[in-house]
């Protein structure tokens, strides 16, 4: 990295959660990235976390600003797609939060808009940076397990109270499948490719629920079958993550903190960031264990890694072909679980181009 250059201005559009919790912190402990302006209507909230930053109600005036050169949007689903297009049209690079859009067709346009653009235009798929899939990838690589045959993917939570909030509302893009299903589907296709058929069972569990709160997938890889899991209402009990192959299995129970260290106002970098005191247990063919430990998450590589990109000096951390055929996953999921039958996505070229030879996260 060179540490000569200037720093990137970068304007964060939204500060609800993912904007506060997510983005902020870790632009901000990215060298050579300069949060400059928010966009906000809450000036006051954002000024409590970071008063040397600017706030500003119009994002017109955000897209004007001929210094800033990334805009990051942490919006409201609904809102990703048309936001990343201003963005773009405003000849910005754009980050956008996941989901990359609200349809296939949308993601696809916005990967040609970026290329016709000569932007760099990347879906914030943070948890490729998480200690237990980390170490899942690590583990696969060695190939101790042998043929890896069934896996399961579970991102499962316990807040069986409805809550107030867009996330859990009926509309355009709500709902579990879109909120935690982008992170799934992205780690699946890194560790496995684009997979041959999906089947798909969704539904609301909780009282008073008006969108999907828990989510069955199944993914297809020839005899291969990978699980994608998420609910609302797993108090414990669980794993994060299970692998079984022709030479053992490999458990991972808990999942990566930095989330939760980022909600207790720990700032990303600093001692303990991202450790994950959670062995892996590895079991062998005669049912005797052993403990692997796991390497630190750290979700500041996307930043690290998309700085470079910006500078000429590395590739985009999750380019948009990458980003849109997990949203033709999403949607064939969308699919399979209305028809009850199982769904075979139709990849287009460039998506799957951007998975050929596997993928080297920075």
């Given at each position: 990295?060179?540490?000569?250059?200037?720093?990137?201005?970068?304007?964060?559009?939204?500060?609800?959660?993912?904007?506060?919790?997510f983005h902020a912190p870790l632009i901000r402990g990215v060298p050579g990235l300069d949060l400059?302006?928010?966009?906000?209507?809450?000036?006051?909230?954002?000024?409590?976390?970071?008063?040397?930053?600017?706030?500003?109600?119009?994002?017109?005036?955000?897209?004007?600003?001929?210094?800033?050169?990334?805009?990051v949007i942490a919006t409201p689903n609904d809102t990703h797609a048309p936001l990343a297009r201003?963005?773009?049209?405003?000849?910005?690079?754009?980050?956008?939060?996941?989901?990359?859009?609200?349809?296939?067709?949308?993601?696809?346009?916005?990967?040609?808009?970026?290329?016709?653009?000569?932007?760099?235009?990347?879906?914030?798929?943070?948890?490729?940076?998480?200690?237990?899939?980390?170490?899942?990838?690590?583990?696969?690589?060695?190939?101790?397990?042998?043929?890896?045959?069934?896996?399961?993917?579970?991102?499962?939570?316990?807040?069986?109270?409805?809550?107030?909030?867009?996330?859990?509302?009926?509309?355009?893009?709500?709902?579990?499948?879109?909120?935690?299903?982008?992170?799934?589907?992205?780690?699946?296709?890194?560790?496995?490719?684009?997979?041959?058929?999906?089947?798909?069972?969704?539904?609301?569990?909780?009282?008073?629920?008006?969108?999907?709160?828990?989510?069955?997938?199944?993914?297809?890889?020839?005899?291969?079958?990978?699980?994608?899991?998420?609910?609302?209402?797993?108090?414990?009990?669980?794993?994060?993550?299970?692998?079984?192959?022709?030479?053992?299995?490999?458990?991972?129970?808990?999942?990566?903190?930095?989330?939760?260290?980022?909600?207790?106002?720990?700032?990303?970098?600093?001692?303990?960031?991202?450790?994950?005191?959670?062995?892996?247990?590895?079991?062998?063919?005669?049912?005797?264990?052993?403990?692997?430990?796991?390497?630190?998450?750290?979700?500041?590589?996307?930043?690290?890694?998309?700085?470079?990109?910006?500078?000429?000096?590395?590739?985009?951390?999750?380019?948009?072909?990458?980003?849109?055929?997990?949203?033709?996953?999403?949607?064939?999921?969308?699919?399979?679980?209305?028809?009850?039958?199982?769904?075979?996505?139709?990849?287009?070229?460039?998506?799957?181009?951007?998975?050929?030879?596997?993928?080297?996260?920075?």
């Open positions: 990295m060179d540490s000569t250059s200037p720093p990137i201005r970068v304007a964060l559009i939204g500060y609800g959660y993912a904007g506060k919790t400059a302006v928010v966009v906000s209507r809450d000036a006051g909230k954002v000024h409590a976390d970071l008063p040397g930053v600017a706030v500003v109600a119009d994002l017109r005036e955000a897209l004007a600003d001929p210094a800033v050169a990334l805009v201003a963005a773009l049209e405003a000849g910005k690079h754009v980050v956008v939060d996941k989901p990359f859009a609200l349809d296939l067709a949308e993601a696809r346009a916005l990967a040609v808009l970026a290329g016709q653009r000569q932007r760099v235009l990347s879906v914030f798929q943070n948890r490729r940076w998480d200690s237990d899939f980390l170490g899942v990838r690590q583990v696969l690589a060695q190939g101790v397990l042998g043929e890896v045959m069934h896996v399961e993917s579970h991102i499962d939570r316990f807040r069986p109270q409805v809550r107030a909030r867009w996330r859990e509302r009926r509309g355009a893009g709500s709902g579990l499948w879109y909120d935690l299903g982008p992170h799934l589907v992205d780690q699946a296709l890194l560790l496995f490719g684009l997979p041959d058929r999906v089947l798909a069972s969704l539904a609301i569990q909780r009282e008073g629920g008006e969108t999907i709160d828990w989510a069955h997938v199944v993914l297809e890889y020839g005899q291969r079958r990978v699980v994608l899991h998420a609910g609302m209402l797993v108090a414990g009990g669980g794993a994060r993550f299970m692998l079984h192959g022709a030479r053992g299995s490999l458990l991972k129970a808990q999942a990566d903190r930095q989330e939760a260290q980022l909600l207790a106002g720990m700032r990303p970098g600093a001692a303990g960031w991202g450790e994950d005191a959670d062995d892996m247990r590895l079991y062998d063919g005669s049912g005797q264990a052993s403990r692997l430990p796991v390497p630190a998450g750290d979700q500041r590589r996307y930043y690290q890694a998309l700085r470079e990109a910006l500078l000429g000096e590395g590739p985009n951390p999750v380019p948009p072909w990458q980003a849109a055929s997990v949203m033709a996953v999403l949607e064939a999921v969308m699919e399979a679980a209305a028809t009850g039958q199982a769904v075979s996505p139709a990849w287009s070229d460039e998506e799957r181009a951007a998975w050929a030879g596997g993928v080297d996260t920075p």
